[in-house]
């Protein structure tokens, strides 16, 4: 075969440029749709390293949608508007030969189909993504591949399969109608406990503990919110981490010393349109708007139902379909006051909290709890602990028994308090435990122990 000089110096180009798009080829870059519902989805882009040398920072990972659109993400910084293009954010940087990271968002479909578009640019260059089906084995193979079975249904986590809450009866149902039991863990005071509220945590607690909610407890006071605005970040992380989970997240206004909820009802209004602006129509969001209501002149009436008559609009405006909870007066107790006189919002639940070894908290109050039940009250116990209320003494095993038994009679929902290491009998951690999961039970309290058996119990 003759060449040519001219054809002899095309074909070196050509095989330059081989070669050259070889070498840019570094990784593989996967898109993962996470969990999908009516009007919004879940996705994750997972870069592997498949070279002999550490990636070192990675920039420009791209793609473009036809109708979707991104309204929040995490563990990446993302700019642009379609095309979308995401960097690292520091501590993800680094990929080893042979190991993964991801990064995760959320966005609305626009009244579209959920879509799958190939990932290009930076280390991803001339790189697609897979198909639905072959991107579910990518994730089997790469480092996210211990998802819990209780999570797991043909690839589906927990708020896909059940997406939006509401109530029918008195019972908490999810989007198809079915009853549904949520059944988690309470945060400690953000301000103080937040190192807890990471993804690492959160999907420690979905895989082990079989948790299907987190609750996010954003104190106002105390050193919290209105004292350092800055808390409000681990709120966003917290989040973030339960939307990677695909499990339920409560966002907790949680007022204590500032009992009354009309004390602060400006500034409550303006934290849930943060919430709601930029985290939309969620479902995996639930608004507990009222912590314990507490003093001697805070009754249902008099603050609480004024106080949630306006600002349950404020977050439905961003929400609409915005599942919320309000407290109930007396520390979150008297459900008595709210059955003669409940809210007319659809979508509403009422909360009770306990801690099993104070006498005033077991027969006198779940005889309350019962009574407001059979009224088909919808209830949520946003938070319960196995001590005293002071969060000291031993715990009381019989006595939470008997309460998470009626619980389970009514199918109300629970969350646990609380998810720290501080030093009394509520918390789960004993000093010192690991802030990212994989807790042996040597690390549990007694009340950790206690919770996680019978999360796994069910």
Request: hydrophobic share 35%; glycine share 10%.
């Amino acid at each position: 075969m003759k060449f040519s000089i001219k054809k002899i110096f095309a074909l070196a180009a050509l095989l330059s440029v081989g070669v050259a798009g070889t070498q840019t080829q570094a990784a593989t870059c996967t898109y993962k749709v996470d969990s999908q519902w009516n009007t919004g989805f879940t996705a994750s882009i997972i870069i592997t390293n498949n070279g002999g040398s550490t990636i070192s920072g990675w920039s420009n990972v791209s793609w473009r949608y036809n109708t979707n659109k991104i309204t929040s993400s995490w563990n990446a910084t993302i700019t642009g508007a379609n095309p979308y293009s995401a960097r690292d954010v520091g501590w993800n940087g680094t990929i080893q030969p042979g190991q993964s990271v991801s990064f995760g968002f959320q966005g609305n479909t626009n009244g579209s189909v959920v879509e799958r578009p190939a990932v290009t640019g930076g280390i991803c260059s001339g790189v697609g993504t897979s198909t639905a089906k072959s991107s579910v084995k990518s994730v089997a193979r790469s480092s996210v591949k211990s998802i819990a079975k209780s999570s797991v249904n043909n690839g589906s986590g927990f708020v896909a399969r059940h997406g939006r809450l509401r109530t029918s009866n008195g019972r908490l149902v999810d989007q198809g109608g079915g009853p549904i039991q949520l059944r988690g863990m309470s945060t400690h005071g953000l301000q103080w406990y937040g190192q807890y509220a990471n993804v690492s945590a959160v999907k420690w607690l979905r895989d082990d503990w079989k948790a299907n909610v987190i609750r996010a407890a954003m104190y106002v006071k105390e050193g919290g919110y209105l004292d350092n605005a800055s808390v409000i970040n681990k709120v966003w992380e917290t989040i973030d981490a339960a939307i990677a989970a695909d499990i339920y997240v409560i966002v907790d206004w949680h007022i204590l010393s500032d009992g009354n909820p009309l004390t602060n009802k400006e500034a409550a209004k303006d934290f849930f349109r943060k919430v709601t602006a930029k985290y939309g129509n969620n479902p995996h969001i639930i608004y507990e708007i009222a912590n314990e209501p507490n003093g001697s002149d805070v009754t249902w009436s008099s603050a609480i139902k004024p106080y949630a008559n306006e600002v349950i609009p404020v977050i439905r405006q961003g929400a609409p379909d915005a599942f919320v909870i309000v407290g109930t007066a007396v520390w979150s107790q008297r459900l008595d006051q709210v059955v003669a006189s409940p809210l007319a919002f659809d979508k509403v639940a009422y909360s009770i909290h306990f801690y099993s070894c104070s006498a005033e908290h077991q027969d006198p109050l779940r005889a309350i709890v019962k009574a407001a039940a059979d009224a088909k009250l919808p209830i949520f116990s946003t938070e319960w602990g196995n001590s005293e209320y002071t969060g000291a003494g031993a715990i009381c095993p019989g006595q939470t028994d008997t309460w998470l038994n009626l619980l389970d009679q009514y199918g109300i929902s629970w969350v646990n308090w609380s998810l720290s290491d501080k030093s009394e009998t509520s918390a789960a951690l004993k000093p010192g435990a690991s802030a990212t999961g994989g807790w042996p039970t040597s690390q549990l309290t007694d009340s950790g122990n206690y919770v996680r058996n019978r999360m796994r119990g069910y």
